[in-house]
């Protein structure tokens, strides 16, 4: 037992250290374990991005419709200008992908296996010359 809790102390640590920005995330396939430190710096870091940004989209892979649409619900209630419509009406069966787009409030999502699970926000530029960038997977709980 006591071999285990220092794996899990090793572990974290490992994830401590290679997770420093957003830009790390990228190396994920799922949302890692992040300490609460971390996903303090984190979700300052996605902000700043967020309210520099024109619109945003938000893709979200949960365990259900029911988680996604939750967590949806989780950052249009922490960032009142994000706001989707509809959202009573969506239904997919087991693992899901949600896509919801800032800009026309416009909200799908699918049934699909072999996801991770996460939050992807991208930042979208009225302007071409800005790039856009695609953040994430954070956490589900994140915004709550």
């Avoid at 960032?79 to 909200?107: C, E, H, M, P």
């Avoid at 699909?112 to 699970?117: A, K, Q």
Wanted: proline share 3%.
């Amino acid at each position: 037992m006591e071999w285990k809790n220092i794996w899990l102390k090793i572990r974290l640590l490992i994830i401590d250290m290679e997770i420093n920005n957003l830009f790390d995330l990228n190396n994920f396939r799922s949302s890692p374990q992040l300490s609460k430190k971390q996903l303090k710096n984190l979700l300052e870091e996605l902000e700043a991005k967020i309210f520099h940004a024109d619109w945003i989209t938000i893709g979200i892979m949960a365990p259900s419709d029911f988680d996604a649409i939750s967590v949806l619900k989780s950052i249009s209630k922490k960032y009142s200008s994000i706001k989707f419509r509809d959202l009573d009406y969506l239904n997919a069966n087991g693992n899901v992908f949600l896509k919801a787009n800032q800009k026309t409030g416009n909200v799908f999502i699918r049934s699909e296996n072999g996801l991770g699970e996460g939050i992807l926000i991208t930042c979208h530029y009225d302007e071409d010359s800005q790039e856009c960038g695609t953040y994430g997977p954070l956490p589900l709980d994140s915004f709550t």
